[in-house]
Each structure stands twice: as C-alpha cells, then as structure tokens.
C-alpha cells in the first residue's frame, strides 16, 4: 500500500490549445494554463501547511515546472526534478498538429479508442509497457506522502498503478488541468479550486 499522493497535470500548454502532439517535446503554459497552475496552488495550500515534510516531485519538461513554480510557489526549494515523470514520448507524432496526422493514422480519428491507447501507438514512440515500467520504477521510492506534477497520460499510468487499474481503466481515467488527484488506499478524489 502506498501513502498518500497528489497528482498534477500542467497546466494548458500553446500546443494543448492548437491540439499539437507534445509527447516529451517542449511548450509553454498558456495564460489559461498559469491560471489553472494557480487554481491547483489555491487547492495545495493549506495541504502543504499542515505537511511541511510533504515529498515535492516534478517531471522535468518546461510545462510541468511553470506548473510547479505557481502551484508549489511557497515550497519551490523543496522540489525535486524526476524524468521518470515525463511526458509518454510519442516518436515521429512530436510537434505536428492532430489534424495533419489524423488522415494518415486513423487510430487518431477513432473515437472509440481512448487517448492512452492512441499515445503508445506512436510510430518510433514509447510504448505501453516501458512507460508502465518508468512509472512503477518511481512509484518504488514514494515512501511518503508526495506531491507529482506531471502529464496527461504518464499521469493516469501513475494513478491507475495506485488503484491497482489496468490498461482499459488506466485509458478511462480523465486528464483533467487545474484540479489536484488525491490518491490514498487504492481510491481516488479529484479537488477543485475552492474559489
């Protein structure tokens, strides 16, 4: 059994808002993103208060850290960078619009396939089980309770590992920005921003 974990996705980035495949490639958090990294700062607050010994940990993309700086702002000093929780690299997909691929990769314009299973199909990418596998790996030293930021799909791994889900649960989950995942004892709790 594993303590208590709180998971963050970034914020939205400039290529979430123009649906561009980011995988493990850079982009910034739009202003709509910083606000969202602030809503999960107004949630962690009083959190981080009453757990001063709270683990910080943050993917070491560019988005999860402006994520970090707004929603741990009062802790920075504490986080510590993994790159075992970055993004699912998607190959040959990185940087292209989904419009451009999707005719030539129907999977993509599937609607009845899930993001997760889309995401590790991608030619020259990252697939299920060595993401899986990176996950787990650092879900061995949380010894404690923990705070990740992270992404879409490396996140739902992370959570879906924590409630014991497989792949079809894992690819249910959503990916919801601006909330914070509480993961305790095999269940999970999404919070919202109290404002």
Do not use: K
Not at 12 to 28: K, Y
Not at 44 to 65: E, G, Y
Not at 100 to 113: A, F, V, W
């Amino acid at each position: 059994m594993h303590p208590i974990v709180y998971v963050l996705r970034h914020g939205q980035t400039e290529w979430n808002r123009e649906r561009r495949v980011q995988g493990s490639s850079e982009s910034h958090l739009t202003p709509l993103g910083r606000a969202q990294a602030a809503a999960q700062g107004r949630i962690l607050a009083p959190i981080l208060v009453a757990r001063p010994d709270m683990r910080l940990v943050c993917s070491p993309l560019i988005r999860t850290r402006q994520t970090a700086e707004l929603a741990l702002a009062g802790a920075l000093e504490r986080v510590t960078y993994d790159p075992r929780l970055a993004e699912v690299h998607m190959g040959d997909w990185e940087g292209h619009l989904r419009a451009d691929l999707e005719p030539h990769h129907p999977i993509l314009r599937d609607p009845h396939t899930a993001v997760l299973a889309q995401c590790v199909q991608a030619p020259n990418g990252e697939d299920f089980e060595a993401l899986h596998a990176r996950v787990a790996d650092f879900l061995t030293g949380v010894e404690g309770p923990t705070v990740v930021v992270s992404h879409g799909i490396t996140g739902a791994v992370l959570r879906g590992i924590l409630m014991g889900l497989d792949f079809d649960g894992m690819a249910d989950l959503d990916h919801g920005q601006g909330c914070v995942y509480v993961l305790e004892n095999g269940t999970e709790v999404a919070l919202s921003d109290p404002q």
